[in-house]
């Protein structure tokens, strides 16, 4: 890990889950593996490598049954995709790394996590994977360090709201793809195959 001598932050966990789910045509929160919710699946692996972590909702999220029962930090910034999330979060409290992971990563596993947090810098920016389809920093399965608030907060002033495009833009310690396991799902179609190959899996 880069950045040793050095007193990191602590890392919470931030599990995103405020997305509009257009696509999906449902509240993928609720979407199911196995019996499921694939909300619950993710926060037990996000709770399993933090210290302490939350659920990133939208006010309107914050009586649903499911989110209800889990620690929340509501959105106070509207209609700005994933960085919503993540901005409130740094503001609910400064000092404090997040590891912000995306709740529609069936494939993920805890290793996955493991190995993010065994490469952290938290001299750096960010650290992300870089993704399998295209290469580019992989912003809802990353660890986003203090630094990155200013930067993050800046381009929302300046109407720009990628978090993708903020790690480019970041010093953003960059790690080899985790291959299928950040693969995500976002249409009913999507879901039908993911839900069909879990099935013949051992």
Same mark, same amino acid.
């Given at each position: 890990?880069?950045?040793? $001598?050095? !007193?990191?932050?602590?890392? &919470? ?15 993928? %929160? +609720?979407?199911? &593996?196995?019996? /499921? ?15 302490? %972590?939350?659920?990133?909702?939208? /006010?309107?999220?914050? @009586? ?16 700005? $995709? ?21 709740? @529609?990563?069936?494939?993920? /596993? ?8 065994? /490469?952290?810098?938290?001299?750096? @920016? ?6 399998? +389809? ?14 990155? +608030? ?5 381009? &929302? ?18 790690? !080899? ?9 976002? !249409? ?15």
């Amino acid at each position: 890990m880069s950045g040793q $001598g050095t !007193t990191a932050p602590s890392v &919470y966990g931030l599990l995103l889950s405020g997305g509009g789910s257009q696509r999906m045509q449902r509240d993928k %929160a +609720h979407v199911e &593996y196995g019996g /499921e919710p694939q909300l619950l699946r993710a926060w037990r692996l996000l709770e399993a490598v933090t210290e302490r %972590a939350f659920v990133s909702a939208r /006010e309107d999220q914050c @009586d649903d049954p499911l989110r209800a029962g889990l620690p929340l930090i509501a959105d106070s910034y509207d209609s700005i $995709g994933p960085a919503a999330g993540i901005l409130s979060a740094q503001d609910a409290f400064p000092g404090v790394a997040w590891l912000v992971l995306a709740c @529609d990563l069936p494939l993920l /596993e805890l290793g996955t996590l493991q190995t993010l947090l065994a /490469e952290r810098d938290p001299v750096a @920016d960010a650290t992300a994977f870089i993704s399998r +389809h295209d290469g580019l920093p992989e912003p809802l399965c990353a660890i986003w360090e203090p630094a990155s +608030h200013v930067l993050l907060l800046q381009r &929302y002033k300046d109407g720009l709201y990628c978090p993708r495009k903020a790690l480019i833009r970041s010093n953003t310690r960059l790690l !080899t793809s985790p291959g299928e396991a950040l693969d995500n799902i976002n !249409t009913p179609a999507d879901l039908e195959a993911m839900q069909s190959a879990l099935e013949v899996r051992p």
